[in-house]
């Protein structure tokens, strides 16, 4: 390759090398000898077998032996991967003469290292296998080049490191600067730059799923290098790449930093110093764990956009800083859990951050909670609060000029929205005071509505709300025109007391993500206070019952309770109650305008409307709002021991004396969703007085509606409880609404639900919306004093809905139970979520301890994920129309209807379990010869069968579960019915018309069936055609016979099957299953039983071992003899694998069964269906002492196993290796 020339000449050799390949014959050619090992090699071969492509292994050098032995490890590696595949891409290292390089230009530059950017005229050398070797045209590429500053002596740690990087990412190749001498890496080109240049580019647009996917793409590429031993020591944002093809980011340089001529030595550190853990900075050696410290840094550079200590100068005082526990700042409205992840990666003990793997686990499981792939209260609390921090972060960038800027008071820089915290935009903090007269700034106010504390108006704000920008060192105020707002005032305010102060500031803080609490103001005659809110312009709750009640239908009210409970539960995850809830405080609000109307037109308002549509449309059509936070009773006094609110809304316990609490809100909730059902208020016929309060304490409650669901009222009356541990809480709440609102996702249960609620939309029409409402009926917060209330009780009717709650509702301190398994207490309604569903490992048994525990160990399992499979321990008599349909030397095989059918368990969102419906199955019961007492050997059989049976569950013959003979004492294993029957049935009544892609698909199945047992460690011992059912898809059926294998001396199995080493007294081995393989394929090619015309005794075990096989059926193809010859050879050792057979067996069902076009398929493709049109009609008759069944076995003096001379010519026949 160091001319044209040569390259052309050496390409022209190939091309002509793969013209004369052929399937049938090879010519004479001369031998070459490798110049790598000294073997000799055909030209034929196109390459020495044992090293890479002959030609590009040789006629070049970097001039360094430890570099040329480095590339061509990688050629060498990537043949050793071809050498049994029949397909295969090679990729490997290459070096290449810069002179091959145009438009190079400079891009970057590190302390060790210059990037630049270049054409790379030829492009990567490309070979693809599809049985043979076939050269790909390349096309020129654009790349990177490394350049690595005095790399003219490269140093064995460097060049480790650059293996490591190799190892990883598989760069493209070397090359060498012919003047400096210097070595240059050849790079994918990142056309959008690193990470660092990206964020400063476009911070402003990558939202939160982006930063966590690209988190995601880096804890993967950290997982799998330290799983690999490989630590980076050098991570940043620097060496983080987008790659556009794949769509992924990748870690670059592992290994790699430092001068490339220097050993890595103890005493000095390289790296850029805001990335480096502390502990190296303290002169300790880099370890898996500083790798995780510069992940968290990352962390904060993509939480802020700017890289870590941007505005610090990188010298000693910084890496002091560093040790002492300094760490860069987040962005505005990063998310808790983020930044507590981030803190941890940066903790200063070492010991206490979390690991690759940790890390790679937690954000998977928030990058799938983001894209929705995941449902129930954790993913969605994570999916919101991720959202939100978008929202929250355009809203800023409205607003903020993201550049440093300096108080003109105090001197300090400041990046906020408006102003520095710690000073104040003068003309906004100075020139006013609570005492002027605003309220000439409002227009058209009128009277709303009317409490015994408050008055509402809606009014027109002249100005509107004020925004503030710099501009030339000034601030600049911008106004936003009318707005229409509500002024809510606030009676007896001239003297606020510092209670119903700290009540506003905890209302304005809780207000930020709803209805936007805009200021305040004062009458300038009354002196009091008011509130300016947003205006709701659908109005209250109750406003819109009474209006539009008919209209609304069950979908939407458990939309609205859904939000509410969201609302309610942020509310209280904040220690603080409502202590107010109703309907007049409930507020409705067209979607898309809650961030809205007073900003200015333009970009920003389109990008904050569809963030907060795409936010709000998984809620609702239209957003409500929960109003008044914790206000209640007069601005001038506030005393916990006086009771105000809306009297039909407050909850019994509070009106007999008790303080306010969360569950006092839960009992407001249950009101709200009767007045929802009924649309009507509650108690609206009822004077709000001492009797209705005496009433309610007694156990009175609102009606429901007509045709109210009766899951709707019962939750409804949980609410409502005087007994507050039967109330549910917000999360409770929220998990329930949750799976009703999202009942058309996936479920039995959710469907029932769905059928509930639209039949009660039929109903909804015939319920009238009017009423009488009582004069003394107030709807409005009032203040109440009674006495001698009764102690509260529930009324019949709610105690006759709420006797059969479950058991985790109620206190689990009084009725518990304890896990057999972890001895932990437990109340869930199913089992104990850290072990077992209590309702299916209690009360049944085999008789049999160890099955016992083998049953019960499947449901543990089953019990840690959603909708998973596990055995049960089924009754006989649950069995009906038992059939014998089969029997074998140790088993008995029968069908049989199960009358309950397979138990399905779903898991809710609120981690519970419930029993889906059943039906009755058809199954197959296996009964297990002499299994009374169960040996210890054959129970780790089944063992085995259960885990391969859960490792292809969705495409194989399934493994129920368990049952016992009552009559026998004998196990049973209960196994999915083949409807079609054995494979020799099969056969037997359909052999003509199966063609051979059929049988090719049905081989490859199998070995897919038998890579997965062998990769467990385990044999089958007992493969034969009548071991496998149905069609297309298989199960292995575990052996009766291996029960007595522990006896060395005895043979069991179906003799043609068995492997000679086997007859000759070797172990059972892998590669004795693949001799069973080679003669089922004998089977699928005739269509009659091995030897169906001989007798199964000494004489046929004699011919076996000499190398007797049975008779492939008229016109088998070649290349179909050859492989199952070489399954049968009588040298254990040259069959092939498993993995083997599956790769051979792929090639061929994708190329007879698929529309792949090849050359390579278009040959196996003709072979097989020539071979087609030849499948003869088929009669077996059988010897009467000829058996097909598992038996034992006892053969003396047997030869030691040889193949017969037509084997050994088959397996000698190189010119067909190359389809196989």
Known sequence: MNSNNDQESETQKMKSEFNELSTSNLGSVNNKNCSYCNNPFTAEELCCKNCGLYNIMEGWSSENSDIDKFIKDTMYNEIEKARHRIYYQFKCLEWVPLDRFTNIKKIGEGGFAKVYSAMWNDGRLNYEKYCDW?????????????????????????????????????????????????????LRFA?????????????????????????????????????????????????????????????????????????????????????????????????????????????????????????????????????KGLRPEFGEGTPEIYKKLASRCMNANSNQRPTAIQLNKILEFWKNSIDGKTHGYKEEKIKTAFENADIEFETSQFHTKRILMLCSYCGKSFIEEFWCEECDPYNIMEGWNSGAPNVDKFIDIELIGKGEYTEVYSATWIDGRSHYYKLDGNWRKSGSGHTRVVLKKLNSSQNISIKYLNELKKYYELNKSGLNFYGMSKNPKTEEFLLITEFANNGNLRNILSSNFNNIFWNDKIKLLYNLAIDLRNLHERKYFHKNLHSGNILQIHNGYTLRDSYNSGTFRKKVYYNVKRLQQRLLDNAYYVLDFGLTGLACEQKDNIIY????????????????????????????????????????????????????????????????????KKLAYRCMSVNLDHRPTTNELYSILNDWHNYEIVGYKRKITKLMFEEADKEIPNISSLYSKNSGAICTSRKFTFSNMPKPVNSSIIASYLKDLPRELIDYKKISHNCSRCNKPFIEESWCKTCDPYCMINGWTSGSLEVDEFISNTIYKAGSESNSTFIEWVPFDRFANKELIGEGGFAQVYSATWIDGKSKYEKQNDENWIK???????????????????????????????????????????????????????????IEFANKGSLSNILSKNFSNLLWKDKIKLLYFVTIDLKNLHELGYLHMDLHSTKWRGFLYFRFWIIWASRQQESQD?????????????????????????????????????????????????SLALEICNGTGPEFGKDTPEIYKKLAYRCMNANSIQRPTVIELNEILKFWYISTNQNIMGDNEEKIRAIFEEADKKIPNVSISYEKD????????????LPKPINSPNITSYLNSEGLYRLI
């Open 1050 to 1098: 005895k043979l069991y199995g179906v003799l043609p099957y068995i492997a000679p080493e086997v007859l000759n007294g070797a172990p059972y081995t892998f590669s004795s299953d693949i001799y069973s393989f080679g003669i089922i394929m004998t089977e699928l090619s005739s269509g009659k039983p091995p030897f169906h015309s001989r007798k199964h005794d000494f």
């Open 134 to 186: 076939k050269k790909l045209d390349s096309k020129p590429i654009k790349v990177a080049l490394k350049r690595l500053n005095g790399s003219q002596n490269i140093s064995t740690d460097y060049l480790n490191g650059l293996k490591m990087d190799y190892d990883l990412l598989k760069f493209y190749g070397i090359t060498k600067d012919p003047i400096t001498n210097e070595f240059m890496t050849i």
């Open 1186 to 1197: 000829t058996k097909y069944v598992s038996r034992a076995l006892s053969f003396d003096n």
């Open 191 to 323: 056309e959008r730059g690193n990470l660092r240049d990206i964020l400063s580019n476009n911070f402003n647009n990558i939202f939160w799923k982006e930063k966590i996917n690209l988190l995601c793409n880096l804890s993967t590429y950290l997982k799998n290098s330290h799983e690999m031993g490989y630590i980076h020591k050098n991570f940043h944002s620097g060496n983080v790449f987008y790659n556009s093809s794949c769509k992924r980011y990748y870690i670059s340089d592992y290994g790699i930093y430092g001068p490339a001529s220097e050993q890595n030595s103890n005493n000095k550190i390289y790296g850029v110093l805001p990335y480096i853990a502390p502990e190296v900075l303290n002169g300790k050696s880099h370890t898996l764990s500083s790798d995780v410290y510069s992940f968290g840094i990352i962390m904060t550079e993509l939480s802020s956009g700017k890289p870590p200590f941007y505005d610090k100068e990188h010298n000693g005082g910084l890496g002091l800083g560093i040790c």
């Open 916 to 974: 889906l419906n059943f039906l009755p199955k058809k199954v197959v019961l296996k009964k297990l010869n002499e299994s009374q007492d169960i040996s210890a050997k054959f129970l780790n059989e089944l063992k085995t069968h259960w885990k391969l049976n859960a490792k292809s569950y969705d495409s194989t013959l399934k493994f129920y579960g368990m049952t016992m003979d009552p009559e026998t004492k004998e196990f049973m294993m209960i």
């Open 645 to 712: 609110g809306v009297l039909t809304y407050i909850a019994p316990e509070v009106l007999n004396g008790e303080s306010y609490t969360s569950l006092s809100d839960i009992y407001s909730f249950g009101i709200i969703m009767v007045e929802l059902s009924s649309g009507k208020p509650p108690f609206y016929d009822r004077k709000r007085d001492s009797d209705l309060a005496l009433d309610i304490c007694k156990g009175l409650r609102p009606e429901f509606g007509k045709g109210t669901p009766e899951i709707y």
